[in-house]
């Protein structure tokens, strides 16, 4: 009877939580790493760093599904592991508080909360990533229980071996963990430590996966980690920065700490928190030992982990990665929530068989709550963005990306649905990369690319752009993801560089733009504008493509701007503000000719809305620091402004005479 019982819970939240998660799964490709999960899972090919073997092996097994529509199969994958996530939640805490209603609600809280249940619909790996979490939470409550059992020692190194190559921020679990080894300490035999390293030794068997698929050279290829090197160079993230989430650390990131506390507060309102506060007080008179396992994990997977990744801006972009990278602290604040329900049930005994009723009001509310936020199952904005991109290029264009953007969306289209062959998309950070460049030639082997000239050199952007310039754009039509220090008329003057869609064109100066062209561009903006304010998008990692599009909406402003044609200048800042609120640039240079027009109150509006939109927006903070001391004669305000300039700022000229100007204004203060 009680594993009937067991097993229809089980059904129960399978039911529930693949209904509403199939409703609302996307059907399409969505910003961030998923362009890629998917042309990795149809190729079976190697992600990014670390490589991801699990997510490449398994996401191929649903790309075999009996249905035509790439994307969604590889976005059920998410759904499915997500549902399966729940309910070894709901099993873990049933261990623990041994009531099964409390278990269930507690359970499906996780699983309508918001990050939970957005990052269970796109393919991404951290659905993925929270079941094995789950299997490893589940893991240390079954040593805990019975710490003379050598298979569960077995069965927690496996799954830990698991969960550490799915996604390495596992690692800032380790002083948990080393807190579980302790309380185990009378039971670690020879015998146990041999036996786990065995099992430990066997989770790890998937990173094999990695350089069998290098050497049969799959379109999806990251790193070739097909010698030792390229294999060590893959799994350490070497070309990524082991513990930032970019490429750089610009020290320790107190914003993104402060910003992944208020990620947390809203996925979990108020009254979640609260029952989880009190299911600490409760496990810790009642499950000491775990309680102090998941408070310790929670603190390092969670604020710990943000402080240390260096990543101190506060984009979109960046919101949205923290936003992710707070899913660990969530699922084991599942297991606190599930604390403080059955301690309601304790201290309202009388009541119990009205509580196992009611409790469940509470995931239904958060259903509600969330449902029209995540659901994205008519969400095509970034399909819709690379289309316009692939559209509007001629025949065998090259185009050399930055950042992930553009990057992204391209293999997806190119390797999974198949679009325009003709371009060549090329990621100019990797250049000088073996591993990158061999691929490159094996792709595209008619491509006439002075390869030589990067390959393992280190070169200046201005010394790489120019070698596009002058050796690349006279023979192909050549575009950039956007103008950058070396891809400028004043770094490489033998190339123009003009808005072109959503793009940049590489041009010889001497050729005139079309002005058709231009209109052609204008009208494309304004009807866009037009398109998207009937649509309402919730979540960050599509609200940056929103970015994307008043970005170049606003680059073809600056063009204008250049040309002295201010009134169309404007015009393009202000539909760039009404496509994204979230793009600081457009408020700040339409700020910045307010205070030449003297509308001073009006110009700090509008400054104040950049920061609104990012807060680590340097320009925009130097500027009020400027409007304060020189119009205003607040010096006070001044130095408020300036000091959060110095946090953000690049090391440089400009940042050295603020400081000058910060000392001076202390000592007359």
């Known amino acids: 009877m009680h594993r009937l019982k067991q097993i229809g819970f089980f059904l129960f939240i399978v039911i529930i939580t693949g209904s509403v998660y199939f409703l609302t799964l996307s059907r399409s490709v969505n910003y961030g790493d998923s362009a890629e999960f998917i042309a990795v899972a149809k190729t079976l090919g190697i992600a990014h760093p670390p490589g991801y073997p699990l997510y490449g092996l398994f996401s191929h097994l649903f790309v075999l599904l009996p249905f035509p529509n790439i994307a969604m199969k590889v976005n059920l994958f998410s759904a499915v592991t997500a549902s399966i996530a729940v309910c070894v939640m709901y099993y873990t805490m049933f261990l623990l508080i041994k009531n099964r209603f409390a278990a269930l609600a507690a359970s499906l809280l996780l699983a309508f909360t918001y990050s939970f249940w957005l990052y269970s619909l796109v393919a991404e790996v951290y659905s993925l990533n929270n079941l094995l979490l789950s299997f490893l939470l589940l893991s240390i409550v079954l040593l805990l229980d019975n710490p003379r059992q050598l298979s569960r020692y077995y069965f927690f190194s496996f799954i830990l071996a698991i969960t550490t190559i799915s996604h390495y921020t596992i690692l800032f679990f380790l002083p948990g963990l080393g807190l579980l ?19 430990f030794c066997l989770g790890l068997l998937p990173l094999l996966y990695l350089p069998v698929r290098a050497h049969a050279n799959p379109l999806m290829n990251w790193g070739k980690p097909d010698t030792p090197q390229r294999f060590f160079n893959v799994i350490s993230r ?104 059955a301690a309601g049930f304790q201290r309202f005994k009388p009541l119990a068989k009205y509580l196992n009723f009611l409790i469940l009001i509470f995931p239904l509310l958060n259903l509600v709550q969330n449902y029209q936020k995540v659901d994205q199952h ?68 008619q491509l006439n690319f002075p390869y030589d000239k990067y390959r393992n050199q280190k070169l200046s952007e201005v010394e790489a752009a120019k070698i596009i310039c002058e050796e690349v754009a006279n023979k192909y039509p050549v575009f950039i993801e956007r103008q950058s220090a070396g891809f400028n008329q004043s770094s490489t003057p033998a190339c123009s560089y003009t808005p072109y869609w959503l793009l940049v064109k590489v041009n010889n100066p001497k ?44 680059a073809l402003g600056k063009f204008f701007e250049a040309r002295n044609d201010l009134d169309q200048a404007v015009a393009l800042y202000q539909t760039a503000q009404s496509i994204s609120s979230d793009y600081p640039e457009s408020f700040y240079l339409i700020g910045l000719q307010e205070r030449v027009k003297n509308n001073l109150d009006e110009s ?24 304060y001391v020189k119009y205003k004669n607040d010096y006070k305000t001044a130095l408020r402004f300036f000091e959060r300039y110095m946090v953000f700022a690049p090391p440089g000229k400009e940042k050295t005479e603020i400081n000058k100007l910060i000392k001076s204004l202390r000592s007359t203060m």
């Open 181 to 199: 080894l302790f309380f185990l300490r009378r039971n670690i035999t020879k015998k146990v430590v041999i036996g786990s390293s065995l099992f």
């Open 378 to 445: 008519n969400n095509v904005l970034y399909a819709q963005y690379g289309d316009e991109i692939l559209n509007r290029l001629p025949q065998n264009a090259v185009v050399l990306t930055f950042t992930d953007r553009i990057s992204m969306i391209s293999k997806y289209l190119q390797i999974v649905e198949s679009k325009r062959p003709d371009i060549v998309f090329i990621s100019f950070t990797f250049l000088t990369d073996d591993w990158y460049t061999e691929g490159l030639q094996s792709r595209y082997p």
């Open 238 to 341: 070497k070309d990524f920065g082991t513990l930032t989430l970019t490429g750089g650390s610009q020290g320790l990131n107190l914003d993104g700490s402060r910003t992944i506390y208020a990620e947390f507060l809203k996925n979990t309102w108020g009254l979640w928190t609260l029952i989880g506060i009190v299911g600490i007080i409760w496990g810790w008179y009642t499950q000491r030992q775990m309680t102090s396992i998941l408070l310790l994990g929670f603190i390092c997977t969670g604020p710990l982990f943000i402080l240390l990744t260096g990543n101190t801006g506060l984009s979109v972009f960046s919101r949205a990665s923290l936003e992710s990278f707070s899913l660990p602290p969530i699922v084991m604040w599942t297991i606190f929530v599930g604390f403080g329900i």
């Open 511 to 554: 050729i005139q733009i079309p002005e058709g062209d231009l209109q052609m561009d204008i009208t494309f903006f304004t009807e866009k504008q037009r398109s998207l304010q009937k649509q309402q998008f919730y979540d960050l990692y599509t609200r940056s493509v929103l970015y994307h599009y008043a970005e170049s909406a606003t």
């Open 604 to 627: 700090i509006r509008l400054h104040k809305q950049a920061l609104a939109a990012d807060p680590s927006y340097y320009p925009a903070l130097k500027e009020l620091g400027v409007i």
